[in-house]
Each structure stands twice: as structure tokens, then as C-alpha cells.
């Protein structure tokens, strides 16, 4: 009986340790951020951009961008389920940290557009595979997938366009 109890507990220890180990893109993503947007799907989307600016301050590109672009499809969706939403309160917020926070972001993720697409692809995977927990995305699935399909599109169009990114950004360096 003791050897089963003892056996079962090393079995359930080992399954813990493999699933904490298990990463999502870590050749893009830390670990501290991941269970930092894990944390913050059970909250207004508004404080994904402020995690977003402090890992941007840092330094840390890729991170921020998660972040920035998790909290932008978490807003997006928010807002869409919730047409009733005041012009000034939500819609005013988000698009204010679109314009300041989003510029910011955007431009340097356009100094290396293989990388850009490799996070636009894997936030697309992270939001298909994880609910927000705020707003679930059973409550209003049909503006959910608006939402995503609005990300692949952009998507679509960096990997359509990618030359042009990189001749806009060398001309740009330039002057």
C-alpha cells in the first residue's frame, strides 16, 4: 500500500514538473511573460497595455509585442461584445493606446519582419488555444473570430508585403 501511495505521488510530481516545463514559442517568448498574460486574462484588457509598455521600456521587443497585440484582440473583442460601449470610456481608451503604445511597438517590430510574422502566428495560436477569462470567448464566439480573423489578414498582408517593410525601413535609416 505504501509503495502504490509513494508510486502514485512520483507519477503526479513528474506530470506537474513536465507541464510547468512546457513552454509556449520560447524561441520568441520568456517564461515570466507567459504566466504574466496568464494572469492577466482574468482582468480588463486595458492593464495587457500596461505590462505591454513596461516590457517595451525594458527592452524586451517580443515580449511587449505579445503583450500588445493579446491585450489589443482581448480589447477588440471586449468592445465588439459590448456595442453599447460608451464613445469616451473604452473605445476612447483603447484607441488612444492603439496610437501611442501601438506606433511605438509596431515600428520596431519592422526591423525584423520574419520575426514580426513569427509573433503575429503565434499569438494567433495562443488566443485560439487559450479563453479569456474576463470575457469568455463563448460568450460572443462570432466576434471572437472577427477579431482573429482581423489578426490573420494583418498577418497575411506583412507576409504579402514583406519586401516593401524591409525597402520602407532601409529607406528610412537613410534620412
Excluded: C, W
Excluded at 505504501?2 to 520568441?28: D, G, M, R
Excluded at 497585440?69 to 456595442?83: D, E, K, T, W
Amino acid at each position: 500500500m505504501k509503495k502504490t501511495v509513494i508510486i502514485t505521488l512520483f507519477i503526479l510530481t513528474n506530470s506537474l514538473l513536465a507541464q510547468q516545463k512546457k513552454t509556449f514559442h520560447p524561441e520568441l517568448f520568456n517564461q515570466e511573460v507567459m504566466t504574466k498574460v496568464a494572469t492577466l486574462e482574468k482582468v480588463h484588457p486595458v492593464s495587457f497595455f500596461e505590462e505591454a509598455g513596461k516590457y517595451y521600456k525594458d527592452g524586451n521587443l517580443n515580449e511587449s509585442a505579445l503583450l500588445f497585440y493579446v491585450g489589443q484582440l482581448r480589447y477588440r473583442y471586449y468592445i465588439l461584445a459590448h456595442p453599447d460601449t460608451k464613445p469616451d470610456g473604452d473605445k476612447a481608451i483603447f484607441a488612444s493606446l492603439q496610437n501611442v503604445l501601438g506606433k511605438e511597438i509596431n515600428y520596431k517590430l519592422g526591423e525584423n519582419v520574419d520575426n514580426y510574422i513569427k509573433i503575429l502566428e503565434a499569438i494567433i495560436d495562443y488566443s485560439n488555444e487559450n479563453d479569456y477569462q474576463f470575457y469568455s470567448k463563448k460568450e460572443s464566439p462570432e466576434n471572437y473570430k472577427k477579431v482573429i480573423e482581423g489578426l490573420i489578414k494583418l498577418k497575411n498582408y506583412v507576409i504579402t508585403n514583406k519586401e516593401q517593410f524591409i525597402a520602407r525601413r532601409k529607406e528610412n535609416t537613410k534620412k
